[in-house]
């Protein structure tokens, strides 16, 4: 559902956030559910404002109960520092808003008696705690990835990080039913553990084009810097694309050696050249097919 948009940007509401928005309002919190939306909007216009502020493009941006997913119209992934440097940029903001209402907490009496600064202590608390796990796509979760992605490639970091979202979902999920179990009922952790499995999923796919139009863009770093370093992979010429594309590595380059079971070299194929076919061909394509693009099949 779109909300509005603001210097260029289209804010939406997932509609699980329209219905805890509609229920505590509905209930009499009102104070409350304008407090949580603003909170939400304000730690990702943080994550906005830092991500402009490296030079990147944001596209629109869905606003869930615990945050929110912002689309970059950039090559976000191919600086691990960035990504983490925009990721922790929302919990940040909601940690120094707490910070400043300890302080007011501390030293303005007629603060001790308000449950509304309470509230909003515990609101930011919640935001900037749960949004440090380290599940996709939470920032905790685009932080393991950005430090991982350096080893492992930006696709295994991505899987990695989402089997890890996964398993997180299940086991509030449980806490969920445990307490249930226990008689008390905490909507809010289901609710989480549903978002938390969703989002994972719907990152998946969303990594993937990230991730081929990011390598896309490589070469324009290429061009800019004039100098990449190169790393040479190894396959089999019945290797499949997908397992090619998962130990690519950001900020790097990539020729891959095709060689037969009995290790003659057949060809060689630069980055570029598997990126064309893997957008020809599909994801699991053998690795022999980039032959033709290179022409030396």
Known sequence: MKLFRLGGITFRFHWVFLLLLFVL?????????????SL????????????????LEVGDV?????????RIEDVLELDPHIESVVSLAGPLFNFALVAVSLLLYANVPVWRESEVLLFFIRCNLSLGFFNLLPALPLDGGRILRARLSGVLGFQQATELAIRLSQLLALLLFLLALYLFYLGNLHITLVAAAFFLYYASEKERTAAMYAFLRSLSRKKQLLHKQGVM???????LQDAPLKEILRRFAMKKYHRVLVVTKDGRILGEAMENEIV????????????????SYSGKK
Request: hydrophobic share 55%; charged share 10%; aromatic share 12%.
């Open 25 to 37: 309002a509905f209930y009499g919190y009102l104070t409350e559910t304008v407090m949580l939306f």
């Open 40 to 55: 939400v909007l304000g730690h990702e216009l943080v994550h906005l404002l830092v991500a402009r502020a490296q030079g």
């Open 62 to 70: 869905e606003l869930f109960p615990f945050g929110g997913v912002a």
């Open 229 to 235: 370093p190169l790393v040479t992979l190894l396959a």
């Open 276 to 291: 064309d076919t893997v957008i020809a061909k599909g994801i699991f394509a053998s690795v022999e097919t980039a032959l």
